[in-house]
């Protein structure tokens, strides 16, 4: 069972460069998200989408695009990559929109990621 | 709008107790979180508490009080794979889902 898994795990973009980093779980989990990790600021949400053809942003969603064109998949798109955008990126996913009690998170291993 | 406070950092010695405390301030509740997350890992689930009182789970427990906005993660016979980041985060209603958001995390640093 791969759980979420995340690709890629490093990456380094010059400013102005687009792409898109891939997510994707083999649990059936209605909820998926994106969040960015930088220090002192903690885990932020950037968009999330409670099941396939649904999604909505977050904290901090400018300059980051989603789909979710199928329950399996949830990638994010970086659609003119800037310096503050350097971060590590997290997606997340759970059963359900976290309606139900003890519903917890799981994360994949992370996206590092660098605009130069 | 959500706040949510935790220490920076902690120290803790081999086979101490240590206690992490974590307050916030919600446009509702339902339920908080405790997230491990070692450095370069992605975070783990720890416990959840949606109830106040004191949830155990072998050498971890967890406190909540709704009414103070308060809540903390207790680790006993501290280990050296203790060391790491412990992330506090709360759930509330938002734009009929639920959202979850994260402090800034307690980085713990377990020594001999």
């Known amino acids: 069972n791969a759980g979420v898994t995340q690709t890629p795990k490093f990456q380094v973009l010059k400013t102005g460069q687009s792409m898109t980093l891939q997510c994707a779980q083999d649990?059936?989990?209605?909820?998926m998200s994106w969040y960015r990790q930088d220090p002192g600021m903690g885990l932020r949400l950037i968009h999330y989408?409670?099941?396939?053809?649904?999604?909505d942003q977050g904290e901090v969603p400018n300059g980051y695009n989603v789909s979710r064109s199928t329950t399996e998949d949830f990638p994010l798109r970086l659609l003119s990559a800037a310096p503050s955008q350097t971060s590590v990126y997290f997606c997340?996913?759970?059963?359900?929109?976290?309606?139900?009690?003890?519903?917890?998170?799981?994360f994949g291993s992370g996206t590092q990621l660098s605009v130069l | 709008g959500q706040n949510i406070d935790q220490p920076t950092e902690m120290t803790a010695t081999e086979g101490a107790i240590v206690q992490i405390n974590c307050t916030y301030q919600?446009?509702?509740?339902?339920?908080l979180f405790w997230y491990q997350q070692h450095a370069g890992e992605a975070p783990t689930f720890l416990s959840y508490?949606?109830?106040?009182g004191l949830e155990e789970k072998g050498r971890f427990s967890s406190f909540l009080s709704r009414s103070k906005g308060y809540s903390y993660l207790l680790l006993k016979e501290l280990q050296m794979k203790d060391s790491a980041s412990y992330l506090c985060?709360?759930?509330?209603?938002?734009?009929?889902?639920?959202?979850?958001?994260f402090g800034i995390g307690t980085k713990l640093q377990v020594i001999p």
């Open positions: 649990m059936n989990h209605e909820y």
């Open positions: 985060a709360v759930r509330a209603p938002a734009g009929g889902y639920q959202k979850v958001t």
């Open positions: 508490n949606v109830l106040d």
């Open positions: 989408s409670v099941g396939a053809g649904i999604t």
């Open positions: 997340a996913s759970s059963k359900t929109p976290l309606g139900q009690t003890n519903e917890k998170l799981f």
């Open positions: 919600t446009s509702g509740f339902n339920g």
